[in-house]
């Protein structure tokens, strides 16, 4: 079965500073996809990146990156120069591929990351 | 263009009673899906749709819980005798098609409460 463990459950840092927040994940399944969503106070969650699992890059979107890392089922997301709008909760989610399509995420119990002015 | 509309945005409920939740998907999207999220957790998968049939309904968590699709683009979540414990915020979700392909977009929730 699937399953995404996310050990932080919150963290608190001042603004500015660098953080990473940590996901680690287990399947069965050689071919599965990697999310995180940001969940701000409004409820909405917010699609951040999708990643496969025969792409081991690591990515970055501005101030967001991603580290993706088979040997140690990891897809960790770090925020750089972290700003109080950044306050959230955040997401890891896996997915597996059936054959079918498109499965439903399996999600872990998420973050919530707390940036301080 | 208009995200995933889901109503009612709070439901009020009895122990026993029958509710509907209604998610309107984003035009255009074929797949849809369920969750649902308690205090403090993560989005829990329910069901998932693929045009007007329900593709995978493993997360249903016991037939009280129906969902439909008939059209193949408003959803409709029905729980029956409903229970306390069924106290939750109900995401809804679409996208074109598989997620390995496509973003799945999030509607704002419907919270239900028990009473």
């Known amino acids: 079965a699937q399953k995404v463990t996310q050990a932080q459950t919150e963290i608190s840092v001042v603004e500015k500073e660098d953080v990473t927040l940590d996901c680690v994940y287990e399947?069965?399944?050689?071919?599965?996809?990697l999310f995180w969503y940001k969940q701000p106070p409004s409820g909405e969650l917010v699609f951040l990146i999708r990643?496969?699992?025969?792409?081991?890059q690591n990515e970055i979107s501005g101030r967001y990156s991603w580290n993706f890392q088979k040997s140690t089922s990891s897809f960790n997301f770090t925020i750089t120069a972290s700003q109080v709008v950044d306050s959230a909760v955040y997401f890891c989610?896996?997915?597996?591929?059936?054959?079918?399509?498109?499965?439903?995420?399996?999600f872990g119990k998420g973050t919530h990351l707390i940036i301080q002015p | 263009g208009a995200g995933v509309s889901q109503t009612p945005s709070n439901k009020v409920t009895e122990k026993g009673k029958y509710v509907e939740l209604r998610c309107d998907p984003i035009?255009?999207?074929?797949?849809l899906y369920w969750y649902r999220q308690s205090l403090g957790q993560g989005p829990e998968f329910l069901i998932y749709?693929?045009?007007?049939?329900?593709?995978?309904d493993s997360g249903l968590p016991n037939d009280r819980f129906f969902a439909v699709r008939p059209e193949g683009s408003v959803s409709t979540l029905k729980i029956q005798r409903t229970e306390r414990g069924d106290s939750a915020v109900y995401l809804c979700?679409?996208?074109?098609?598989?997620?390995?392909?496509?973003?799945?977009?999030f509607g704002p929730g419907t919270r239900l409460t028990v009473l």
């Open positions: 989610a896996l997915s597996e591929d059936s054959g079918g399509g498109a499965d439903g995420l399996t």
């Open positions: 979700a679409s996208s074109f098609g598989p997620v390995q392909y496509n973003e799945q977009f």
């Open positions: 399947t069965r399944d050689t071919t599965y996809y």
């Open positions: 035009s255009g999207h074929t797949a």
């Open positions: 749709f693929q045009g007007t049939g329900a593709a995978d």
């Open positions: 990643r496969n699992s025969f792409d081991e």
